[in-house]
């Protein structure tokens, strides 16, 4: 399916007895001015989460709509993602981890080739090209500007920029996702003259970012979570969810959160920058980078 001919509001949600109508309009809010790629990725969460609302967790062959693996050649479980097709009856999947995610929607969107780029890869000391970058790899893409710009600090982030990180040195804990929108009104503050104060991050606010992602793990307020039988479990793979980015007074990003502190910041000050800093990971240990595709990929 070429998406990037077609108008995304006519690519198909499966589900039978006037259910794909339904799935449609839960899509209604992604704006048509958002980048090709961001809006499939949300179209496709939509299209999973409200079969999973409906008690369809599996396809016709009895495989999970929604995984996190696969891998990018593989014969035997290849990473892909599929948007349902009601006229040949097929339903939405996602068989992907992080940055194979976005590479699909690249690849799927603009018919984008990312072996065409060769960067330099300080972990394994060499120039290379790959059809399907590791997570820190989309980090060093975007620093050397090849293939997507990079955006300097979080105030021009936009919905569809993929972030990613990486702690410098290792690919064990790396990740990417596509920034979907930075809640603004969220701003707190990195609270001073507290016990687990750090005096370090004096000046610096946290903010609240919604993202899509493919991860075995959740974030605060996490699609992944699905009522399974009146019970709420955790489905790995595609979805949306909250982390927290911490900027400087010029909004460069200087750390950031895997999820948000539970405490409240404003009752339960000392335990919410306690919270905070354990979950930390801070510039210059870990690169966090944001990356943004030309207009016309």
């Known amino acids: ?17 006037g259910i794909a109508v339904m799935c449609f309009a839960a899509d209604a809010t992604v704006k048509a001015d958002t980048p090709q ?3 499939a990725a949300s179209m496709l969460i939509d299209q999973i989460t409200f079969c999973q609302s409906q008690g369809v967790f599996v396809d016709g062959n009895g495989v999970a709509l ?33 940055s194979p995610l976005v590479t699909h929607l690249f690849k799927t969107l603009y018919n984008w080739n990312w072996s065409n780029y060769s960067f330099y890869d300080p972990i394994l000391g060499i120039n290379k090209s790959t059809a399907s970058p590791q997570a820190y790899q989309y980090c060093l893409l975007i620093k050397q500007g090849l293939g997507l710009s990079q955006v300097m600090t979080l105030d ?6 993929v972030l990613s990180w990486w702690q410098v040195g290792s690919s064990s804990s790396d990740h990417t996702m596509i920034i979907e929108s930075v809640n603004w009104g969220s701003a707190k503050p990195y609270p001073l003259g507290y016990a687990n104060s750090n005096p370090a991050l004096a000046g610096t606010t946290y903010y609240e970012v919604t993202v899509i992602d493919s991860s075995s793990d959740t974030h605060t307020s996490d699609s992944r979570f699905v009522n399974v039988n009146g019970n709420l479990e955790h489905i790995a793979g595609i979805g949306r969810g909250v982390i927290g980015l911490l900027v400087n007074s010029n909004f460069g990003i200087v750390g950031r959160t895997w999820s948000l502190p539970t405490s409240d910041y404003y ?3 000392n335990t919410w ?12 240990t870990w690169e966090i980078v944001i990356g943004r595709m030309p207009e016309n990929p």
């Open 37 to 39: 790629h961001y809006q």
């Open 1 to 17: 399916m070429n998406l990037k001919k077609t108008n995304l509001k006519t690519l198909p949600t499966l589900l039978p007895l």
């Open 66 to 98: 929604n995984r996190y693996g696969g891998s990018w050649n593989s014969n035997s479980n290849p990473s892909f993602i599929r948007f349902a097709d009601p006229e040949n009856g097929i339903l939405p999947g996602n068989n992907t981890k992080c």
């Open 273 to 284: 920058v306690g919270s905070l800093n354990n979950r930390l990971k801070l510039a210059p």
């Open 156 to 161: 021009e982030a936009l919905p569809g920029d």
């Open 267 to 269: 009752t339960k000050t």
